[in-house]
C-alpha cells in the first residue's frame, strides 16, 4: 500500500450480480475516484459459506475456523481493508441469510486475535424492493455488525444519508438501483464520510 493511501473492501450480501453488485460496484467507482483510495471487491454470489455450527473450535484453539471455504478469501480481504462498504439486499426487513453467515463466520478470525478489526472502519448500503421495505433495520444490523466488532461505523450524515447509503430498486435489479438518484446521492455521501473519517484516523 503506498503512502497515505487508504484500502476499501467492498462486499455485497446479494447471491445475485443485480442492484446490490451494482450498488457495490458504483461505491467502489466513486471512492476509487480519490487517488489516495485502493480498492476490492467480495460478492456472496455463487460463493461457498457454510453456517457456522457453534463448534467453538475457533474459540478453544484460536486458529480460525474449522471450516475451510470461500470465507478464507473474506479472511484475508476483511484483514487487507481499511474500511468496509457493506451491502444487502432487504430479505425480510433485514440483512440476507448470505450476509448474516459471512457475519457469523468473521467470529474466527476474531477469536484468534481479538484486535483484527480494530481501527478499521465500516459503512452500508440497503437495498429494497420497496421504498420503506426494511432498508434501515438492514442498516442498522450492518452496524450492529460493525459496533460488536471494534470497527469504527459511519453513517452517510444529517441531511441526506443519516444511516447509509438506502435504494429502492423496485424489483428492477441493477437499472432499479441505478435508477435511483436519490438513493446514489446517499451512496456518494456515504463513501464521502467513510473515506473521510478513514483518513483521519490513519493519520
Ligand atoms: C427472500 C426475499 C425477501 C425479500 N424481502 C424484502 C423486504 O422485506 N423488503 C423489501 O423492500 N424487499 C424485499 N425483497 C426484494 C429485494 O430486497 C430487492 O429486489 C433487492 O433489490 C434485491 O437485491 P439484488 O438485486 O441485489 O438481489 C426480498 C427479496 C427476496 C428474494
Redesign the pocket.
Known sequence: MGQGKIRILGI?G???L?????AIREALRYAGENNVVETAYFSVMKKKIAFCIHCDHCIRKRKGCIFTDDMEEVYELMQWADAYIIGS??????ISGQLKTLFDRTRAILAKDIHVFEGKVGSGIA????RT???EPTLRTIHDFYILNHIFSVGGGAFGANLGAS?W?K?K??S??EADKQGIKSLHRTLDRLIAVTLKLKK
Open positions: 455485497s446479494s447471491p445475485r443485480a442492484s446490490t453488485d451494482w439486499p432487504v430479505y425480510q426487513g433485514n437495498i429494497g424492493g420497496d421495505g426494511g432498508q435504494f430498486s424489483d435489479g441493477a432499479g438501483a
